[in-house]
T-cell receptor
Framework: GAGVSQSPSNKVTEKGKDVELRCDPISGHTALYWYRQSLGQGLEFLIYFQGNSAPDKSGLPSDRFSAERTGGSVSTLTIQRTQQEDSAVYLC??????????????FGEGSRLTVL | GQNIDQPTEMTATEGAIVQINCTYQTSGFNGLFWYQQHAGEAPTFLSYNVLDGLEEKGRFSSFLSRSKGYSYLLLKELQMKDSASYLCAVRDTGGFKTIFGAGTRLFVKA
């Protein structure tokens, strides 16, 4: 696609429910990232994918969070038993290759999650 | 540990020049990025520095001093549309993990 696509753009859920957030990166981009941005805060690194594997899962806040990527393309971030502190905008970004001298991140519009 | 510091907010006047500073302490370094983020929108790439010195791109310039762990973003001829958050980000030595600062909210007034 022309840009990074995320869905849903907005999600309101009740505490304790599970949610799935989807990211469709720019075609051909092998590196994919998930970040979380709470209101008025910077971007918190969650996880990075190189192809289908995730070399670094250190940013996931708890075991309620998981992510997968299939076919080297679409990624899904799953939050189980959501808590109110999970409320944030979840941003996905992609990059043409996993490393290199420059290579900025291309961000999607984000999925705004509200846990009531 | 990883730490990136930027001022929380700045205000400047249309047509003026503003400098947004960023200091960082990270376990590794493989480049520093500046991104612009308008309210409710995705961050967009502004600049990249990996060597010491100044990189200029139109009205925007970015400076890096690796020995001091310091960078700044310079915006010239400010326009109202420059009102946004400016995020400083550092990529680690491995070349993939990019850590962001909390961002600086810039308000441009007439």
């Amino acid at each position: 696609g022309a840009g990074v696509s995320q869905s849903p753009s907005n999600k309101v859920t009740e505490k304790g429910k599970d949610v799935e957030l989807r990211c469709d990166p720019i075609s051909g981009h092998t590196a994919l990232y998930w970040y979380r941005q709470s209101l008025g805060q910077g971007l918190e690194f969650l996880i990075y994918f190189q192809g289908n594997s995730a070399p670094d899962k250190s940013g996931l806040p708890s075991d309620r969070f998981s992510a997968e990527r299939t076919g080297g393309s679409v990624s899904t971030l799953t939050i189980q038993r959501t808590q109110q502190e999970d409320s944030a905008v979840y941003l996905c970004a992609s990059r043409p290759t996993d490393r290199g001298p420059s290579g900025e991140l291309f961000f999607g519009e984000g999925s705004r999650l509200t846990v009531l | 540990g990883q730490n990136i510091d930027q001022p929380t907010e700045m205000t400047a006047t249309e047509g003026a020049i503003v400098q947004i500073n960023c200091t960082y302490q990270t376990s590794g370094f493989n480049g520093l990025f500046w991104y612009q983020q308008h309210a409710g929108e995705a961050p967009t790439f502004l600049s990249y520095n990996v060597l010491d010195g100044l990189e200029e791109k139109g009205r925007f310039s970015s400076f890096l001093s690796r020995s001091k762990g310091y960078s700044y973003l310079l915006l010239k001829e400010l326009q109202m549309k420059d009102s946004a958050s400016y995020l400083c980000a550092v990529r680690d030595t491995g070349g993939f993990k990019t850590i962001f600062g909390a961002g600086t909210r810039l308000f441009v007034k007439a």
